[in-house]
């Protein structure tokens, strides 16, 4: 029983890690009608960053947090007004081709350099903060904070979206891009700004990635399978659905591999897909 | 004039071993490789317009399924046929969760596949002896295996020529363009797509098993390598996707810079393969043989 609370607390934050990256890929998706195939590379970059600050100046991830999150959302408009934009005067089909190509030739390039830049590729930091107990449970302190600020980060995230201005343009273009544009809406300015958002989202989860375990520059790919699996679960564009789609992910991963085996967690998520695939083809709760 | 110049390449290459040396032979297996799988993944990608990240997937069940059964002495006839039977089946069946996706959907859910099949591959250890790789019997099997896969590249190239004009092509072309209209006009498309993905599955099966027969040792790692899963998809959009002749083109460029950088750095070949797809995306989406028709 205990060790089943366990595995779920580790899974649910595990899923809170997850969620910050799929709502970054869920809204580039609803907005600028990309995929965005290097989304688990930027996750990775963003823990690299948190690494270098750890290792370096010796910032607490948290610290690193408030550095990291505003350095990929500029990073994120840059990459969209440089490769993303010039895309946009082809047809449909070849945007869609064009658009995979690019952004898995980002991940491609950023995950060998990364590796090849490195002696060591395996990076994790020792930070750590004392236990504390509840009855006989112990509970990494660590992990409960970390939880915290993906919590507050999602609880702000769903605030700006739904009260500000700018959050109110990115759910009008979500919904109808022509329909934002007679609005009077810059959809250009929006899809820049969106792909700023999700990145720096995703960067932030690395951030807490990288606090809880190691990583190394060819778990970009895999990661980008998991936020899909994430968001066809729970509906694109749909944040509390991704939301629910990666805690159930994140736990069903901690349970499979206390059980069978850590090596087995990629199969559950793509078992998961394809069971959701035949039985509700538009997402869990769509 | 065309049909002059294809037959003279045929011949040329047919006469090849005669003349060149087995580092030669060589290169050109691996020209073949990438040129048939490249081919057979444009009736998906290129024609029928799904793409198919998960190509390699199909290539990685032939090789495993000639190896498991020719080591296992289960003889070569058996051995060939399960590796065109068993990714003809495994297409047949991912096609019903599959093609319930579009676009960039089916393409990220077929790169996982691969993904899959990697852990698979690596954690059946009784199957397939895992991470410490597959030996078959060795045997000099260089020239067979050449033209082995020479016979399959002009075939493949015949037959996309063939689809290129036939009603079938035409039917996953219009697949491509609109598939709501299609479906309004009564063509069943999933027919089209299971089919196609099913034949384009079995012929990437018969090339796994052809490098299996040639290289006699494969890992996951190998076989279900980032490099082979985007490998046909890279080189069938930078020849020209949907073409004839796109795919070949493709894999001639690829492998001379391959061969280009093995022999200048071990290191940084995928940096090149993204950048070039950077480069592709942004200005040729259309490939290098529609160049000349935008002109």
């Known amino acids: ?286 | 004039m065309r049909l002059g110049l294809a037959a003279a390449a045929v011949l040329a290459f047919l006469l090849l071993p005669w003349v060149a040396t087995s580092y030669v032979i060589s290169l050109a297996f691996a020209l073949f490789l990438t040129a048939a799988l490249a081919q057979s993944y444009d009736w998906v990608g290129g024609h029928l317009g799904y793409m198919n990240l998960g190509h390699a997937a199909f290539f990685g069940i032939g090789a495993y399924a000639f190896g498991i059964v020719f080591a296992r002495g289960g003889g070569l006839p058996l051995a060939w046929a399960a590796a065109v039977l068993l990714p003809a089946a495994a297409a047949l069946l991912m096609s019903y969760p599959f093609f319930r996706l579009r676009g960039a959907y089916f393409a990220l859910a077929t790169f996982g596949l691969v993904a899959l099949l990697e852990r698979l591959a690596g954690n059946l250890v009784g199957l397939t002896q895992g991470s410490e790789g597959l030996t078959i019997p060795t045997g000099y099997r260089l020239y067979p295996a050449y033209y082995t896969l020479l016979a399959l590249c002009a075939a493949l190239t015949l037959a996309t020529w063939w689809l290129s004009r036939s009603r079938l092509g035409l039917a996953l072309v219009a697949i491509r363009e609109d598939e709501d209209a299609v479906g309004a006009y009564g063509v069943a498309s999933f027919r089209f797509k299971c089919g196609t993905l099913t034949v384009s599955a079995a012929v990437a099966g018969l090339v796994g098993a052809v490098y299996t027969w040639q290289i006699t040792y494969i890992t996951p790692g190998d076989i279900f390598s980032l490099e082979k899963a985007v490998g046909p998809v890279v080189i069938a959009m930078i020849g020209g996707s949907g073409t004839v002749l796109g795919p070949l083109v493709g894999a001639l460029l690829i492998e001379v810079i391959r061969e280009f950088l093995r022999l200048k750095t071990q290191y940084l070949a995928l940096t090149v393969y993204g950048i070039m797809l950077i480069l592709v995306g942004l200005f040729i989406p259309g490939g290098l043989m529609r160049l000349r028709r935008h002109r």
């Open chain 1, 1 to 286: 029983m205990e060790v089943l609370l366990q595995l779920l607390i580790g899974g649910i934050l595990q899923g809170g890690i997850y969620a910050l990256g799929a709502f970054g890929l869920s809204l580039i998706f609803g907005v600028l009608r990309v995929l965005n195939v290097a989304h688990g590379d930027f996750l990775i970059l963003g823990a690299y960053a948190t690494f270098l600050l750890y290792s370096t100046l010796g910032l607490s991830p948290f610290v690193a947090l408030a550095l990291v999150f505003p350095a990929f959302i500029l990073i994120g408009m840059a990459v969209e007004r440089a490769m993303i934009r010039p895309m946009r005067a082809q047809t449909a089909h070849e945007f869609l081709v064009a658009s995979i190509l690019i952004t898995l030739g980002i991940a491609l390039a950023v995950e060998d350099l990364l590796a090849f830049s490195m002696v060591q590729p395996v990076k994790g930091i020792d930070y750590s903060l004392a236990p504390f107990r509840v009855g006989s449970l112990v509970i990494s302190t660590l992990r409960l904070l970390s939880l915290g600020v993906i919590v507050l980060l999602s609880v702000a995230l769903h605030l700006f979206l739904q009260s500000t201005l700018q959050g109110k343009a990115i759910r009008a273009v979500i919904e109808d891009r022509e329909g934002a544009m007679l609005a009077g809406i810059n959809v250009l300015a929006v899809s820049r700004n969106t792909f700023g958002l999700g990145i720096a989202l995703t960067s932030a989860a690395g951030v807490f990635f990288i606090s809880i375990i190691p990583v190394e520059p060819h778990m970009g790919l895999p990661l980008t399978l998991k936020y899909l699996s994430i968001i066809v679960l729970g509906g694109i564009g749909n944040l509390p659905g991704t939301l629910l789609g990666a805690v159930i992910l994140g736990c069903s991963e901690s349970l499979v591999g206390f059980w069978w085996g850590a090596e087995w967690s990629l199969t559950v998520a793509f078992v998961i897909l394809i069971a959701i695939l035949l039985l509700r083809p538009k997402g869990l709760f769509g």
